[in-house]
């Protein structure tokens, strides 16, 4: 968990800032992190959907009961802030505010996805909102996303890169390749760790010789810390503390947020390592939508009408990026020889 530390940056000792209690969000930002977090989730509902349809091909790994990080990471973030993540990426994009009709039309190969229909799941971009992928190969992001703080470094603004990995990212070389460039040049990254404890499907106490993985960059001097990754209040919270104090120039930090993922590690994964009562036990008293939902009812700033009305709409907003999905042209076999160097 977050204690003050030392480290050195830049030549000068830098206390880390304490993480105190986690403090309410005000009633707007509570409002849009319900409405995104159920977003992500109906989106994800219907990719499912489509997958068992046949309109989705290949890989599809989904984001389902993890939607606090991104979003709660999201409010802490600012404009020219960059993300970075894995393969389980749809959720970060919708974060990012990428229209969800582009991003269903990648899922199913449609010329108007975001990247033309030719990168599926795992391979889309969008320049425009700073989100630079969604990347197939394991522990890929990491050192694409201390490049990214490299720019930012280089051209002296006080962008950062949140760089999006899995606790089986975690066991990667590069990751602590990467961790050790990043901190020699004290680069403006937050490396955050979405560990949901399963990885591909061996649990982190049969995989991992150390779990704490906030603690995987000690060697290096980049501090850590655990977060609960199921409360979006706490996410955020943390993600604003860090991202002030990486932004004054003191180097790299790692997030590690306790999560949890409901399906299995993609759409062809039955998830037969774990109970259904585990499963069952985490959404009945850690859901991170239904804690916001109890928490806006409770303090009277939204009624069951409202959340209700809310989830019609998102649901017509899904429902639409499925029929524009399923009704787009797929892509000119032309489009094979664009975006290539020869």
Sequence with gaps: MAVEQQVKANGSAKAVPAAGPVPDLPREQEITAYRDMLLIRRFEEKAGQL??????????HLYIGQEAVVTGLQLASKQGDQV?????????????????????????GR??????????????????????????????????????????????????????????ASNQGQVYETFNMAKLWHLPVIFVIENNRYAMGTSIERSAATTDFSQ???????????????????????????????????????????????????MSDPAKYRTREEVDKVREERDPIERVRVRLIERQWASEDDLKRLDARIREIVNASAEFAQNDPEPDPKELWTDIVI
């Excluded at 997958?51 to 599809?60: A, L, R, T, V």
């Excluded at 994009?93 to 990428?98: F, K, Y």
């Excluded at 320049?127 to 992928?133: A, D, I, R, T, V």
Aim: aromatic share 12%; glycine share 20%; with cysteine.
């Design 84 to 108: 970075i993540t894995t393969y389980r990426d749809h959720g970060h994009m919708l974060a990012c505010g990428m229209d969800p009709k582009g991003v269903m039309a990648e899922l199913t």
């Design 51 to 60: 997958y068992g349809m046949g309109f989705i091909g290949g890989f599809c």
């Design 216 to 266: 995987r960059g000690r060697s290096f001097d980049i501090p850590g810390e655990q977060v609960d990754g199921m409360d979006v209040r706490a996410v955020a919270a943390a993600g604003k503390r860090v991202a002030a104090w990486v932004r004054e120039g003191n180097g790299p930090y790692i997030l590690e947020m306790l999560t949890y993922r409901y399906r299995g590690h993609s």
């Design 111 to 168: 010329q108007g996805g975001y990247s033309r229909g030719k990168g599926g799941s795992m391979h889309m971009f969008s320049k425009e909102k700073n989100f630079y992928g969604g990347h197939g190969i394991v522990g890929a992001s990491v050192p694409l996303g201390a490049g990214l703080a490299f720019a930012n470094k280089y051209r002296g603004n006080d962008n950062i890169s949140w760089c999006y990995f899995g606790d089986g």
